[in-house]
C-alpha cells in the first residue's frame, strides 16, 4: 500500500514538472477586457488558456479559427485547435450574469517562449492582450512598485498630488522624467527633470498601512493615500475671472495601460462655441510613453470630453488654465465592455486650480440619468401632461441632490452654479426632447392617439425655471443641445397661441408695367410660380400694397435667375421705359434694389427681435439667452446680404445684443463673413497636417483639385457620390481639374471600401488613410461632419467657399465650359 502511494505521488509530481501553470498572468496592455485570461497551463500536448469572459448580459461573443497566440519575440502563430465548454464560430450569449468560464485550446508552446499576444483577426479590437508573461509572478514586489502609482493628498478633497509611473511621473501639473532612482532603507530618492530642465527631489516611504509618506526636495513630509475619496466637505473661494473672456488652455495627461499597438496614435478634443455655433476638432497628441496635450483657444470655461479609440473621457476646463488628467485604460475598458452609454468611468483624476470642479461635475453626470430607453418609451405613450406628471418627481429629485452636494461640500461660486446648473438644463434638455420628435413619431404611428395630443402654453412652465440668465449657462454639457432646442420651440404654442407667428410687413408699389408681361410677349416661358407673379402685377399695376418681406426675399431669388438668363430682354425693358418715361428706368431698378435691401435688412432684425420678444414674455424678463439665440444667428443673416448691407443690420443688431463680449463676437463673424483683404482663398499653415495633406495630393500637382471627405457608413456621402457619377464621367482626364476621395480605415472598413469604390469610385483618385492621419485633415480643414468638401487651387491655397456636391455643375461650367 506505502508503495502505492508513493508510485502515485511520484506520478504526481512528474505531471506537475511536465506543465507550466501561470495563474493571472500578468500582461503589459490590452484593448479590450471582455476576454480576461485567468490561467495558462504549457504541457507537452497543448497551451491550455482558461478565459472568463465579462459582457453585457444576453449578448455574445464568438471565437474561432481566427483566434491565435503569437510569439512576442518570434512572430510565429499558433491557432486555435479546440475548446472546452464552449462552442467555437459560433455566437454563444452571456447569462443573466454576463459572464462565460471555459478553455480554449492552442498547440504546445516552445519552452524558450517568454511571452505571447492572445490575438483574434475577426473579432477586433477588442479582443487583443498584449505581452503575456509566461514566467511565474515574482513572490514579493520591489520597493519601487510599492511606491507607484496616483497619490491623493490627506486633506477634505484628496486630490491628485504626484502620479508616479514606469516611464514618468507627474506632479504639480507637470512631467518629469527620471534622472535617478536610489533606495535608500525603507525608502525610494528620485530625482526627476522637467521639460524645461528643472530639477525636483522625492523622497517615497511606503508605511504599513497602505499610506505613503512623500517628501518633496525641503518641503515639510506629509501622508498621501491611494484612496480618491469620496465628495468631502471642502470649502473654495470664489473665482472672481469673468465668464467670458477669449484665452488659450492647455489639457494635458497620462493613460495607464496605453500603447501604440492599441491601434490609435492620437486623440480628438471637440472645440464648440456655443454663442456662434462654430466648432472644430483639435488633434491631441499622444507619445509612445502614453502622454498626451493639446492647446486651443476657447470664449468660456467648458465642459467637454477628450475622445481616444472612440472613448469620450470628461474634463473641465477654464480660459487661460491647464488641466492634468490621469486616465486608466482598464477602467475605460470596462465602460466600453459594459455597452451601455451611463456606466460610470471611475480612476479618472484632475489635477489643476479647477480639479475639485472637474471632480464635481463628473461625480453628478452619473446621478441625473434619464435612460434613452425609458425616454423613447415615454414619447410614445405619454401625453405631454403626462410626462411632466411622469417625470416631475425625478426632476424634482435631481434639483435636491444638486442643492445636497453643494451644501456637503460646502461649494461656492462657480462650483455651487455649474453643478445646480447641471441638474436644471438636464431636465430642460429632455422636456424640449421630449415634444421635439411628436409630430415625426404621429407620422410614422398613425394610429397612435396620444401623438396626437399638442402641448400647450403650461408645458413651457419649466422655462421659468431655467437658469437662462446665469452666464455660466455655457459651460454645461446639455447647453449646446439645450439652446438649439430653444432657438427652435413653438413659441407660438408657448405663448398660448396655436396660429403661426406673423412676420414683418412692408409696403410695396407693384410697376405700371409689368416686366413679366414684356418677358412672355417675347417668347420667353414662364413658370406657374412666374405666371401667377404676373397675373398679380398685372391685377396690380401702380398699387401700393401690403407684403410680407419673406415673400419678397423670395420674389428676388426668381428675379436673380431671370436677369440673369434674359440680361438683353431685362436692357430691352429698360430702353423702352426711358423713352415712354423719360427717366431713367437703371434709377428705378437701383432704387428697387436698394428698396429690397432695405427690406432684407429688416426682415432679419424683426425675425430675431421678434423671437427675443417673445422668450422674454414667457421667462417674465430678459435673460441673458436671448442675446445668445441673435447671435447664434447671426453669420447666416450676414451671409445672406452684401458687405454694406450686413453692416447696416449688424448696427441694428446692438439693440438686441447688449453684452460686451457678445457684441465683439457679432463683430468678428462681420470680420469672418466679410475679411478686409477680400481674399477668395487662403494658404494652408504648415505643420503635421498640412504635411499630410500635401503628400496626398502631390500626385495630382498643377490640377486643381474637388476634395471629397467621406465615409462608407455616411448616407449623404454616399448619395453625393452617386449624383455626380456623370459629372465625372464628363470631366475624365481634364487637363486642369481632379476629384480625390479622402476616407479613413476606421470609418471606412476595408472589406466595405473596396467593395463601394470598385461599384462607385472604380478609376478614381481614392484615398484610405490611418484615422490618426484622418484626424489631423479634419483639424486642418475644420469639420467635423461629412460630407465635408474642400476646392484647392493648382497653388495649394484654399477656397473659402468651396462649392457642394448639389451645386458643382454649375461651378465647373463656369471654371472651364462644357467639356465635351
Not at 327 to 343: F, H
Not at 694 to 719: E, M, S, Y
Request: proline share 4%; hydrophobic share 35%; charged share 30%.
Amino acid at each position: 500500500m506505502k508503495k502505492l502511494i508513493f508510485l502515485l505521488l511520484l506520478c504526481i509530481t512528474c505531471m506537475l514538472q511536465a506543465q507550466n501553470v501561470i495563474d493571472n498572468p500578468k500582461f503589459k496592455f490590452r484593448s479590450g477586457s471582455i476576454y480576461n485570461i485567468t490561467r495558462i497551463e504549457c504541457t507537452p500536448d497543448a497551451t491550455r488558456l482558461h478565459i472568463h469572459v465579462i459582457f453585457r448580459p444576453h449578448w455574445w461573443v464568438m471565437l474561432g479559427k481566427s483566434t491565435y497566440l503569437e510569439d512576442a519575440d518570434t512572430g510565429e502563430k499558433y491557432y486555435l485547435t479546440g475548446s472546452e465548454g464552449f462552442e467555437l464560430n459560433k455566437e454563444v450569449y452571456t447569462p443573466d450574469s454576463g459572464t462565460l468560464d471555459f478553455v480554449l485550446l492552442f498547440p504546445p508552446l516552445p519552452e524558450t517562449t517568454k511571452e505571447i499576444h492572445f490575438l483574434d483577426d475577426d473579432e477586433g479590437d477588442e479582443s487583443h492582450t498584449f505581452y503575456i508573461s509566461l514566467e511565474k509572478k515574482d513572490a514579493k514586489a520591489s520597493l519601487f512598485d510599492k511606491v507607484s502609482g496616483n497619490w491623493m493628498g490627506m486633506n477634505d478633497y484628496y486630490e491628485w498630488a504626484f502620479g508616479i509611473y514606469d516611464s514618468l511621473a507627474v506632479m504639480d501639473s507637470r512631467f518629469y522624467q527620471y534622472e535617478t532612482i536610489r533606495q535608500k532603507g525603507k525608502s525610494v530618492l528620485l530625482t526627476l527633470k522637467d521639460d524645461w530642465g528643472d530639477k525636483v527631489e522625492l523622497e517615497l516611504t511606503p508605511q504599513k498601512n497602505g499610506l505613503c509618506r512623500i517628501k518633496k526636495d525641503k518641503e515639510p513630509a506629509l501622508l498621501y493615500s491611494r484612496d480618491a475619496g469620496s465628495m468631502k466637505a471642502m470649502q473654495v473661494e470664489e473665482n472672481e475671472s469673468p465668464v467670458f473672456h477669449r484665452d488659450s488652455v492647455c489639457l494635458q495627461g497620462y493613460i495607464a495601460g496605453y500603447d501604440q499597438k492599441l491601434g490609435f496614435t492620437n486623440g480628438l478634443i471637440y472645440v464648440s462655441n456655443d454663442l456662434t455655433r462654430e466648432d472644430y476638432p483639435m488633434v491631441v497628441t499622444l507619445q509612445p510613453n502614453g502622454r498626451f496635450e493639446c492647446k486651443f483657444e476657447i470664449n468660456y470655461p467648458m465642459v467637454s470630453s477628450v475622445v481616444f479609440n472612440n472613448d469620450w473621457i470628461p474634463f473641465y476646463i477654464e480660459p487661460g488654465q491647464t488641466v492634468t488628467m490621469y486616465v486608466d485604460w482598464e477602467a475605460v475598458m470596462a465602460r466600453s465592455r459594459a455597452r451601455d452609454y451611463y456606466y460610470p468611468l471611475h480612476n479618472v483624476h484632475y489635477m489643476g486650480s479647477t480639479a475639485y470642479i472637474g471632480k464635481a461635475l463628473k461625480y453628478v453626470d452619473d446621478l441625473f440619468v434619464f435612460r434613452y430607453e425609458d425616454f423613447s418609451k415615454m414619447q410614445k405613450e405619454l401625453t405631454p401632461a403626462q410626462f411632466i406628471e411622469r417625470c416631475e418627481p425625478m426632476f424634482r429629485r435631481w434639483s435636491e441632490q444638486a442643492d445636497s452636494l453643494v451644501a456637503a461640500n460646502r461649494y461656492v461660486g462657480r462650483a455651487a452654479r455649474l453643478v445646480r446648473n447641471t441638474a436644471r438644463i438636464s431636465q430642460g434638455y429632455k422636456m424640449f426632447d421630449f415634444v421635439m420628435d411628436r409630430s415625426y413619431l404621429a407620422q410614422e404611428n398613425k394610429d397612435n392617439e396620444v401623438l396626437k395630443v399638442k402641448e400647450d402654453s403650461a408645458y413651457y412652465g419649466f422655462l421659468r425655471q431655467m437658469p437662462l440668465n446665469d452666464s455660466l449657462i455655457v459651460a454645461d454639457k446639455n447647453f449646446s443641445g439645450f439652446i438649439n432646442r430653444l432657438e427652435y420651440m413653438n413659441l407660438a404654442r408657448a405663448l398660448g397661441d396655436t396660429t403661426t407667428v406673423e412676420r414683418g410687413k412692408v409696403p410695396y408699389k407693384y410697376p405700371q408695367k409689368s416686366i413679366l408681361t414684356y418677358l412672355k410677349k417675347h417668347g420667353v416661358v414662364l413658370t406657374p410660380e412666374q405666371e401667377k407673379m404676373r397675373k398679380i402685377s398685372e391685377e396690380k399695376a401702380g398699387q401700393t400694397v401690403i407684403r410680407e418681406i419673406s415673400e419678397l426675399i423670395e420674389e428676388t431669388k426668381i428675379w436673380e435667375e431671370l436677369t440673369e438668363k434674359y440680361k438683353d430682354l431685362f436692357e430691352a425693358y429698360q430702353k423702352e421705359n426711358e423713352s415712354v418715361d423719360g427717366v431713367s428706368a437703371s434709377i428705378d431698378e437701383n432704387q428697387k434694389a436698394e428698396d429690397e435691401k432695405i427690406m432684407r435688412i429688416n426682415h432679419f432684425f424683426e425675425s430675431q427681435k421678434k423671437k427675443s420678444e417673445q422668450l422674454d414674455s414667457i421667462v417674465g424678463y430678459a435673460p441673458l439667452v436671448s442675446q445668445i439665440i441673435v447671435l447664434r444667428g447671426l453669420l447666416f443673416d450676414l451671409e445672406q446680404l452684401d458687405r454694406e448691407s450686413a453692416r447696416s443690420l449688424l448696427d441694428k443688431e446692438k439693440q438686441l445684443i447688449s453684452h460686451p463680449f457678445m457684441f465683439a463676437e457679432a463683430e468678428r463673424l462681420y470680420t469672418q463673413a466679410f475679411p478686409l483683404q477680400n481674399d477668395s482663398t487662403y494658404a494652408l499653415p504648415e505643420g503635421p497636417a498640412t504635411e499630410i495633406f500635401r503628400n496626398i495630393i502631390k500626385a495630382h500637382a498643377g490640377k486643381t483639385l474637388f476634395v471629397d471627405f467621406w465615409a462608407t457608413f455616411c448616407g449623404p456621402c454616399r448619395g453625393g457620390i452617386e449624383r455626380t457619377a456623370g459629372l465625372r464621367q464628363q470631366y475624365k482626364d481634364h487637363p486642369e481639374f481632379q476629384f480625390i476621395y479622402i476616407t479613413s480605415d476606421r470609418e471606412s472598413p476595408e472589406k466595405t471600401y473596396n467593395e463601394y469604390v470598385e461599384k462607385n469610385l472604380k478609376g478614381e483618385a481614392c484615398y484610405r488613410i490611418p484615422q490618426a492621419d484622418y484626424n489631423y485633415l479634419r483639424q486642418l480643414f475644420q469639420f467635423n461632419g461629412i460630407p465635408h468638401y474642400e476646392w484647392i487651387e493648382k497653388d495649394g491655397t484654399v477656397l473659402r467657399n468651396s462649392p457642394g456636391a448639389y451645386d458643382l455643375e454649375n461651378y465647373l461650367k463656369k471654371r472651364f465650359g462644357n467639356k465635351d
